[in-house]
């Protein structure tokens, strides 16, 4: 029973990390009079706030303090931290970021939609908020999409579309969205969660509640969907739908699980373009179709969904030569769903691949490859694949890391390009070995593209 979060009130709560994360989780709990500890493994401006808000600062301990009765810890600590591993081993309660948020929920609070997957959950989740707010609701977007879902349970609103992490639902126990949707999975995050079995499991978590929703053409997922206790199950598919399933007939989404061969949108009208994107729309219309959401504000929402920055983004067309920046495909299943949108590409990779294998994504698009220009830390592996998989591919590997590195890789791939290609940033890999994120990586690319027409990047 959702109570406000009153069993925290009197408690001692140790918050793992000061981020963006930490910083919601101490003043809800400050808010509800529990007693903070705050850890990290530096004391830097943030923690100095979060202590003269009234929380105490406890250094970086290996062991669980005395006296605490539960943690809350951030996404970015992996589960093998020794102060974690501790508190598993004598049986502290170790809650995630969205487990304490709906332990936070008071009676009578909003329903949460909630989707997770390997790839296309911001996307989904933005989609979903255009079309709740196109049927009337107050609706909001919250995750990793800009506002902390702790921060969003203490306001008043209709209903949350809630984008999930496999880290978050890791540390999941009672977590159980009114329908929730798993988009994909392909190997991903391997590196904390320690296997693909591993990340699998914490991902299907989020199918506590009474629908679950999944991708039928995910062998993986349509199994999990299978196995799961939820009293409604619902798929989607880019081809025809059987009953129970939303797909696409006829150039037209159409929904057969919460009405007979509904038609919801045009498929051209879908925006960004591409077929994960279409499985991303079918996604948010099953979401606000469970919710109860008619047909035409579903069309409406979607007509209405604006992209955000860096999937799949046009950047400029010159010289017969097309610059897309899809740098939030931070590993080779999402950077698959861009390759494949475009017949002949000089492709940018490399970052941080978290252990995910490349080569089938190699061997897949290599006829597609016009050259590639590799960059960050694991480009060796991603070097070593077209190597293996595309031998006669031209590759240019930029070992530089300073603030030039992007400047480089731009002009390099202006030299491998012909008019009718596609120069498309899409590392398959993470960005923190160079930038601050995936954003930064973007903007650097853009900005340098842009340049090359002024001779500014030469």
């Known amino acids: 029973m959702a109570d406000g979060g009153a ?35 530096d004391r830097g ?28 810890t951030s996404p970015g600590w992996r589960p093998d931290h020794p102060l974690l591993h501790d508190a598993v081993t004598r049986g502290i309660g170790v809650l995630g970021e969205v487990e304490f948020a709906w332990q936070l929920r ?56 809630v984008e999930v992490s496999s880290f978050q639902l890791h540390w999941s126990a009672t977590f159980a969205p009114d329908a929730a949707a798993v988009l994909n999975l392909a190997p991903d995050h391997l ?36 196995a799961s206790g939820a009293s409604t199950k619902v798929s989607f598919t880019l081809g025809d739908p059987v009953p129970g399933q939303l797909g696409v007939r006829d150039g037209l989404l159409v929904d057969r699980a919460f009405g007979d061969g509904v038609e919801l949108i045009p498929l051209a009208e879908v925006r960004p373009s591409g077929a994960h ?10 979401l606000a179709r469970s919710h109860g959401v008619a047909p035409a504000a579903v069309a409406a929402g979607l007509r209405a969904f604006v992209p955000d920055p860096h999937r799949n983004q046009l950047v400029l067309e010159r010289g017969g030569i097309v610059w897309i920046d899809d740098s939030k495909a931070t590993n080779p299943h999402a950077a698959r769903a861009s ?10 990779a490399g970052g941080q691949l978290k252990d995910a294998p490349v080569d089938d994504l190699v061997a897949e698009i290599a006829p597609r490859l016009r050259g590639v220009v590799l960059l960050g830390a694991d480009r060796a ?49 993470a960005s923190y070995d160079m930038f601050t994120g995936y954003a930064a990586r973007g903007d650097a690319f853009a900005a340098a593209a842009h340049a090359l027409g002024t001779g500014a990047a030469r």
């Open 191 to 226: 590196d904390w969660h320690g296997s693909m079995s591993a990340y699998a499991r914490a991902k299907a978590m989020i199918w506590r509640g009474p629908v679950a929703i999944g991708n039928a053409d995910d062998p993986v997922v349509a199994d999990l969907l299978a």
């Open 277 to 286: 994107n279409v499985a991303n729309a079918l996604a948010a219309a099953a």
């Open 7 to 41: 069993a925290f009130t009197g408690a001692t709560v140790l918050v793992c990390g000061a981020g963006l994360a930490g910083r919601s989780a101490v003043e809800a709990l400050l808010r509800r009079r529990a007693r903070v500890l705050l850890t990290d493994r």
């Open 45 to 72: 401006a943030a923690v100095d706030t979060l202590v003269a808000a009234g929380a105490r600062f406890v250094g970086a301990p290996e062991v669980v303090p005395p006296g605490v009765d539960v943690l809350v």
């Open 339 to 348: 390759l494949t949108a475009y017949p002949r590409v000089v492709w940018i």
């Open 381 to 429: 592996v991603v070097a070593a694949a077209l190597r293996r998989h595309a031998p006669d591919v031209q590759v240019i590997e930029v070992g530089t890391v300073d603030d030039g590195a992007m400047t480089e890789v731009v002009h390099a791939a202006a030299g491998l390009a012909r008019p009718g290609d596609t120069v498309l940033l899409a590392p398959a890999a």
């Open 106 to 161: 008071r009676s009578g609070a909003a329903p949460w939609l909630a989707v997770t997957g390997t790839n296309g959950k911001t996307t989904t989740v933005r989609m979903l908020e255009s079309v709740l707010r196109a049927a009337g609701e107050h609706a909001l977007a919250v995750g990793n999409v800009g506002v902390p879902v702790i921060d969003a349970v203490d306001a008043d609103w209709d209903v949350l579309a």
